[in-house]
Structures are given as structure tokens and as C-alpha cells.
């Protein structure tokens, strides 16, 4: 059969080796440099986890009301700052913070992250190794005409379409995440205010001042719950943190003007913070499966345009399908990453919260030391 000037033959595209061995190459990439993640956050997770568990008995199940007793004080009496540090916390609190550690960069959502690239790392060899056959269904009998220019006004709209889609996407993860950590860096700023506040509130007896740490650490410790998607006892208490208005009213009248502002600020802050959960779930919010599909079958309606270009050199059209495939793969993790804004290589770092634990710790004990002097003078 004659081949006209504007057919041209239809070159080897390679073999199947060729076609799967770089994008098996780049799953295997992949799941090394996440497996490398899960090791370094590992670390950070045994802040929490090699501590005392010696919770029992504890000054949190003591009754606060009989602080001043004999037996109270003679108990908590010559104990070293780190006990009462580990005391500070409960049992119950102990998995929350355990969890907490277990949460970030966890191999479970790591694979949720990965499974739109890998999608794409599959399905974009796949249409390449079905090329020969689709190439023979259109044209049988004959070859591959040169049909360039005709891709290229598929391309243009596909193509456009394909980046507008993407980029709205991208950008709306981006928000969210951003979003999130204003939120939770003003939160937790809040926290440490509240707590730096009621240390200098020199109106308040020790025992008022180590119940508002108290509350603030119940809080604390809701927020943690909700972060991390942790079931939540029955018996869990909601909205800890108004309690420290009702501990506020223990306090007689303030006769100077700094500690009614101080007041004031704690009273709004505590206001602040009571909305610090978001009870719709933006927190947890993610990209609809569905939209995910959209992308999917967009990117692979581009790629199949670009398995039609004919550059009379099948080195260089394999060349340009695994460059589009890995520009495909990328963005797909890259939204997948940011999408999920605790978890991955773009995750917002939790470590501030612990920091204001161990802070609000401090504060508690300096506080039960000065109460027990107190008692003994």
C-alpha cells in the first residue's frame, strides 16, 4: 500500500518494559520518600510516649475543694517537679496526647494521599500501551496520518481546561489550609495569653488559679480530640473553658484598676476560644470524590491527545508522555498533600499545642508548691 506525503508510518512506541518500568520507578520513589516521612515524624512522636504513666492517685481526681487538708497536702508534699508534672495530666488525657503523636503523617492517610497519583501513575501507561491497538482502530488498513495540527486544536481547549480546573482546585486546598493555621496559631496564642493572664492575676487564691488551669486544659484537650478525629467519651464535658467565669466570681472586689482589665481580657479571650472547634468540620474538610474523578478524566484526556502527536521520533514521544505524566502525578499529589492539612509533607505542625501543655504543667505545679508553703507558715 502507497503512503502518501501527509501519512506517515507509525513508529514503535517501545515495548512494555519501557512503558511500566519508569512509572513503577516513580511509585517506588514515592513510597520510599513517604516511608522516609513516617520515620522522621516518629521521632516527634516519643515526646509523650516514654514519660511516667504513674497518673494514680492524682491531684486531678482529688477533690479541689479539700485541697487544704492534712492528708492532701502531706501526700503532695516533697515530691520532685516532674511527678507533679506527669500529674497534672489523667489517664484520660494520656491517650489523647498518645494519639495525638500517632495522628500526623500515620501510614493510613499517607496512603489516602497517595492514591490520585498512583491513579495516575497507572492509568496514564496503561493509554499508552493501548495506543498500537487504538491506532489500528481508527485508521485500519493504513497508517497514522499526520493529524498534528488537528491534536493541537483538541489540546488547546483539553489543555485549558485541565489547568483552570486544576489551579481552582489547588487554590481552594491552599485557602483552606491557610485558613486553618491562622485559626489555630491565633487560637493557641490566645491559650498562652489566658494562661500568662491568670498568673498575674494577683487576686486570685491558688487554689481559683489551678482550677482555671485546669479548664483551660480540658480545652485544650477537646480541641486535640477534634484535630484528631479521636472518638469522645459520653461522659466528656464540652465548653470546659466557661468554667473559668464561674471561677472568676470566687474572686472578692477588685480594688485595682489593672486587675479588672485583666479581667476583662480573660473574659474575652474565653469567649474567643469557645468557638475555637469548628462543629461543621472544616477542619477535616476534603475534596469530593467526585471532583477528583473530574481531574482524573481530565488529565487523561489531555494525555491521550499527546499519545497522537507525531514527532517521527519515538524516543522523544515517549519523552514527552512520561514528562506529562509526571506533571499529571505531581499536581495530583500536590493537591492530595495540601488537601489534607495535618498530614504529609505540607502539613501545619501541631507542636505549639504541646508546648503550651508543658507550659500550663509548669504553672500548676509552682501553684500547688505555693499553696502547700502557704499552708505550713
Not at 517501545?14 to 520510599?32: R, S
Not at 488525657?93 to 492514591?115: C, M, S, T
Not at 497519583?117 to 500501551?129: E, G, K, Q, Y
Not at 485546669?214 to 466528656?236: G, S
Amino acid at each position: 500500500m502507497n503512503i502518501s506525503a501527509g501519512e506517515s508510518a507509525t513508529p514503535e512506541r517501545g515495548d512494555l518494559v519501557e512503558i511500566f518500568m519508569p512509572p513503577l520507578g516513580l511509585i517506588l520513589v514515592g513510597f520510599l520518600a513517604l516511608s522516609f516521612l513516617v520515620v522522621c515524624t516518629s521521632g516527634f512522636r516519643r515526646q509523650f510516649r516514654f514519660r511516667t504513666r504513674c497518673v494514680s492517685p492524682s491531684f486531678c481526681h482529688a477533690s479541689l475543694t479539700s485541697l487544704s487538708s492534712t492528708s492532701v497536702l502531706h501526700y503532695f508534699r516533697n515530691r520532685s517537679p516532674e511527678e507533679d508534672n506527669v500529674r497534672f495530666y489523667t489517664r484520660g488525657d494520656f491517650r489523647v496526647l498518645e494519639h495525638l503523636q500517632l495522628y500526623q503523617n500515620n501510614p493510613k492517610y499517607l496512603f489516602k494521599i497517595g492514591i490520585p497519583t498512583v491513579t495516575s501513575l497507572i492509568f496514564c501507561p496503561i493509554i499508552m500501551a493501548v495506543y498500537k491497538p487504538t491506532a489500528r482502530f481508527l485508521w485500519p488498513n493504513r497508517t497514522q496520518p499526520a493529524i498534528n495540527e488537528a491534536i493541537a486544536c483538541f489540546l488547546a481547549p483539553a489543555g485549558m481546561v485541565y489547568a483552570v480546573s486544576f489551579g481552582f482546585a489547588f487554590q481552594q486546598v491552599l485557602q483552606k489550609q491557610l485558613d486553618i493555621t491562622a485559626r489555630l496559631n491565633n487560637d493557641f496564642s490566645e491559650m498562652e495569653l489566658l494562661m500568662k493572664l491568670t498568673k498575674k492575676l494577683t487576686c486570685l487564691k491558688s487554689t481559683t488559679r489551678m482550677k482555671m488551669y485546669l479548664a483551660l486544659k480540658e480545652e485544650i484537650m477537646t480541641v486535640i480530640q477534634y484535630i484528631t478525629e479521636m472518638p469522645r467519651a459520653q461522659n466528656n464535658k464540652e465548653g470546659a473553658i466557661w468554667d473559668i467565669v464561674d471561677h472568676l466570681r470566687e474572686i472578692p472586689t477588685q480594688k485595682h484598676n489593672v486587675d479588672r482589665a485583666i479581667i476583662h481580657d480573660i473574659v474575652k479571650y474565653v469567649g474567643s476560644l469557645n468557638s475555637i472547634v469548628d462543629k461543621v468540620g472544616t477542619l477535616h474538610a476534603k475534596i469530593h470524590p467526585l471532583q477528583w474523578v473530574f481531574l482524573e478524566v481530565l488529565s487523561f484526556s489531555s494525555f491521550l491527545g499527546i499519545q497522537m502527536v507525531k514527532c517521527e521520533s519515538y524516543r522523544l514521544e515517549m519523552c514527552m508522555s512520561f514528562v506529562t505524566c509526571l506533571s499529571i502525578s505531581m499536581s495530583c499529589y500536590i493537591v492530595a498533600d495540601i488537601d489534607n492539612p495535618f498530614h504529609g509533607f505540607f502539613r501545619i505542625e501541631l507542636k505549639s499545642v504541646l508546648t503550651i501543655l508543658e507550659n500550663l504543667a509548669v504553672c500548676f505545679h509552682e501553684e500547688l508548691m505555693t499553696d502547700i508553703k502557704l499552708e505550713h507558715i
